[in-house]
C-alpha cells in the first residue's frame, strides 16, 4: 500500500471510529448524571438520553453540517407572494427535521414540573456536540418558561404558557429574548424602547431592538421602558410580544435586515422595529429587571455554560480520535507527547465544564422543588455567573487546541466541525453577558450580598466529602487556592472603586478554578466510592495542575509524562 493510500484510509478509518452515540459513549457523563440523580431516576431517564444520543450522532449532526453550507443559511421573507406582510424566516429543510427531534426529546414539556433541570441539561449537552440552529431558541424558551410560572398572572400564563411546553415540534410555540437596544448591549438601563399602557389588559410598543436571535419565534420576551417611568434598569418592564395577532395578523414589528454573524449562522439574528406592537405585562413593573436576570438571563447563561462543554467535549472527541488515527513519522500522533498535553488539556477543561454546569443543575432543582437552602441559592447566584464566565473562554481555547492537533486539515470547514465551533464558541463568548459584565456583577454581588460566604461554604461541603487517601493531597491543594482566593478578594476590597474593576477579572478566574478543582474532586471521590473504572483522578491532577499550582513546573513532576499519556490513550 503506497502512503497516499494509507493516509486517506486512516483518514477514513478517523471518520467511522468517532461515536455513533454521544450518549453511550460519554462515560464521565453517566457518572455525573447517576451522581446528582440517584441510580433509580437515572434508570429511568437513561432509554431517552440513549436515544438522543444516537439521533444527535447519526440525523442531527450530519443534518446540520449540510445546513451550514454556504447558501443554506435562513432567509428574510417579508412578504408573501400576494403582497402580505408576514415577517418570516425561511429555513433549509433540514431545519424542521432536526426541530422535530429535539422536541419529541421532551426538552421543553418537562419544564412542566420542577425537578428536571439536570435531565433537561443532559439533553440540551448532547445537542451541543452538533453546534446545531435550535439551542439559542430552547435558552430562551426555557427562560420564557420559568417567567411565565413565576411572575406572570393567571390570564397571561394561560394564553402564552401551554404551547411552550407542547412537545410536537409542529404544534409547539418557541421565545425568544429581546434586550439589546443599538445604544448599548450590557447597559440595558439605557434602553429607551417605549411601552404604553393601553388599559385594557395590553399595552403597545415602540422603538428599536438591535441584536434580536430566534427572530422566528412565536412569542417574544422583551424589556421596555413604561412611558413616564424612571432612568436606568429600575424603570423597565418585562413583556410578551406575540408574534400574531388573535386574528392570526403579524403584530407590529418589521424586521429591518438579518445579522451577518461571525457565527451561528444557521440561527436567525435580526434588527427590529416595533411600531405599536400589542403587547402584555409579564410580571409586576416593579422589579422586572431583577425578575428578567434571575429568571430570563441565569437560565440563558446556564444553557450557554452547557452548551460549551457539549463544544468541549465535540472538540474532544475529534481531536483525540484523529489523533489516534493519523500517522506522522512513522507512527500515530497520539504518541507524541505535545499531542498527548494538547488532548489531556481539552479533556480536563471539558470534564471541568460539565463538573461545574451539571451541580449548577442539580442546585437550580433543588431551589425549584423548594429543598434549597439561603446558602444553596446565594452560591447558585454567584456561580451561574462565574461558570458562563469560563466555560465560554475555556471553550474557546480547547476548540483552538482541538483544530492544532489537526493541523492543516483543522482550518478546513468541510473536513470536520472544528472551524464552525470555533465560529459559534465566539459568539457563545459574548451571548448573555460579556465576560467583563459577568466579572462586575460578581464583584457587585460579593459586596452587596456577601454571595463569595455561602459559594465558599458550598465547595467546603463538597471538599468535606472528600475522603479518599489517594485525593487527599489535591484536596489540601484546593484548601490552599481557596485561602489564596480569599486573600486576594481581601485585598481587591480594600481598594477604590477603579482598583477593583481592574482586578475583578483576576478573581473570577481564581474563584472559577478553584470552584471547578472542588466539584471535580468531589466526583472522583464518588466514583471511588462506586468502585468504578475511572480515570477522574488524572484528570482532576491535571486540571490542579495547570489552573490552580502557583508555578507549577511539569519538568519536576515525574508523574506528567505517564499522566497525559494516561488520558491520551483513555479514549
Not at 407542547?166 to 439605557?190: K, P, R, W
Not at 440561527?267 to 405585562?281: C, G, H, K, N, P
Not at 473562554?393 to 483543522?410: D, F, K
Not at 463538597?462 to 479518599?468: D, E, F, P, Y
Request: proline share 3%.
Amino acid at each position: 500500500m503506497n502512503n497516499t493510500l494509507r493516509g486517506r484510509n486512516d483518514l477514513i478509518t478517523w471518520e467511522t471510529s468517532k461515536p455513533d452515540n454521544y450518549f453511550t459513549a460519554d462515560r464521565n457523563l453517566q457518572y455525573v448524571l447517576r451522581r446528582h440523580l440517584g441510580d433509580e431516576r437515572y434508570a429511568a431517564i437513561q432509554d431517552n438520553l440513549q436515544n438522543f444520543g444516537a439521533e444527535c450522532a447519526t440525523i442531527i449532526d450530519p443534518g446540520m453540517k449540510i445546513e451550514d453550507r454556504i447558501g443554506n443559511h435562513p432567509r428574510l421573507e417579508r412578504f408573501n407572494g400576494v403582497g402580505e406582510r408576514i415577517e418570516q424566516i425561511e429555513f433549509h429543510p433540514n431545519h424542521d427535521v432536526v426541530g422535530e427531534l429535539i422536541w419529541k426529546s421532551g426538552i421543553m414539556a418537562m419544564q412542566a414540573q420542577p425537578g428536571n433541570v439536570v435531565h433537561q441539561m443532559a439533553l440540551f449537552y448532547l445537542l451541543n456536540h452538533t453546534a446545531d440552529g435550535h439551542s439559542c431558541g430552547l435558552a430562551c424558551t426555557s427562560g420564557l418558561i420559568r417567567s411565565l410560572q413565576t411572575v406572570a398572572d393567571e390570564t397571561v400564563r394561560n394564553k402564552f404558557l401551554p404551547p411552550l411546553l407542547e412537545s410536537d415540534y409542529h404544534q409547539m410555540q418557541h421565545g425568544a429574548q429581546f434586550l439589546t437596544e443599538v445604544q448599548g448591549g450590557s447597559d440595558v438601563g439605557a434602553n429607551a424602547i417605549v411601552a404604553r399602557d393601553m388599559g385594557d389588559g395590553t399595552w403597545r410598543i415602540n422603538g428599536e431592538k438591535w441584536f434580536c436571535s430566534n427572530i422566528n419565534a412565536d412569542q417574544f420576551l422583551i424589556t421596555a421602558r413604561p412611558e413616564n417611568s424612571q432612568e436606568g434598569t429600575r424603570g423597565l418592564g418585562m413583556f410578551i410580544v406575540p408574534r400574531k395577532l388573535d386574528d392570526g395578523q403579524t403584530n407590529g414589528f418589521y424586521l429591518r435586515r438579518l445579522k451577518d454573524k461571525l457565527g451561528t449562522r444557521t440561527l436567525a439574528s435580526a434588527e427590529v422595529d416595533f411600531v405599536d406592537a400589542v403587547a402584555y405585562q409579564l410580571g409586576p413593573l416593579e422589579g422586572a429587571f431583577k425578575n428578567t436576570v434571575e429568571l430570563v438571563l441565569n437560565t440563558s447563561r446556564l444553557m450557554n455554560a452547557v452548551s460549551c462543554a457539549g463544544f468541549m467535549r465535540r472538540a474532544y472527541i475529534e481531536a483525540a480520535s484523529y489523533a489516534c488515527t493519523r500517522r506522522a513519522f512513522g507512527n500515530p500522533i497520539a504518541e507524541y507527547p505535545m499531542v498527548q498535553e494538547a488532548v489531556s488539556n481539552i479533556m480536563s477543561e471539558y470534564y471541568a465544564a460539565v463538573a461545574s454546569s451539571f451541580a449548577l443543575a442539580a442546585l437550580l432543582d433543588k431551589i425549584e422543588t423548594g429543598q434549597a437552602t439561603h446558602t444553596d441559592k446565594a452560591a447558585y447566584r454567584m456561580l451561574v455567573n462565574l461558570n458562563k464566565y469560563i466555560t465560554s473562554i475555556r471553550g474557546t481555547e480547547s476548540i483552538h487546541q482541538a483544530i492544532e492537533v489537526l493541523g492543516g486539515n483543522g482550518a478546513i470547514e468541510s473536513f470536520s466541525i472544528l472551524p464552525r465551533l470555533y465560529r459559534d464558541m465566539i459568539v457563545l463568548e459574548s451571548w448573555e453577558g460579556t465576560h467583563n459584565v459577568l466579572c462586575l456583577q460578581v464583584l457587585r454581588d460579593i459586596a452587596r450580598y456577601q454571595v463569595h460566604e455561602a459559594l465558599i461554604a458550598y465547595l467546603k461541603e463538597q471538599l468535606a466529602a472528600v475522603t479518599h487517601e489517594s485525593l487527599q493531597q489535591m484536596a489540601s491543594d484546593v484548601f490552599e487556592s481557596l485561602d489564596r482566593t480569599l486573600t486576594l478578594l481581601n485585598r481587591i476590597n480594600i481598594t477604590d472603586t477603579t482598583k477593583q474593576q481592574a482586578h475583578t477579572r483576576r478573581l473570577a478566574d481564581a474563584f472559577s478554578h478553584v470552584s471547578q478543582a472542588a466539584l471535580l474532586l468531589a466526583e472522583a471521590q464518588w466514583e471511588l466510592e462506586q468502585g468504578l473504572p475511572t480515570l477522574k483522578p488524572d484528570v482532576v491532577q491535571h486540571y490542579i495542575n495547570r489552573r490552580l499550582i502557583p508555578n507549577y513546573d511539569p519538568l519536576l513532576d515525574d508523574e506528567f509524562l505517564p499522566r497525559i499519556q494516561r488520558l491520551m490513550m483513555s479514549y
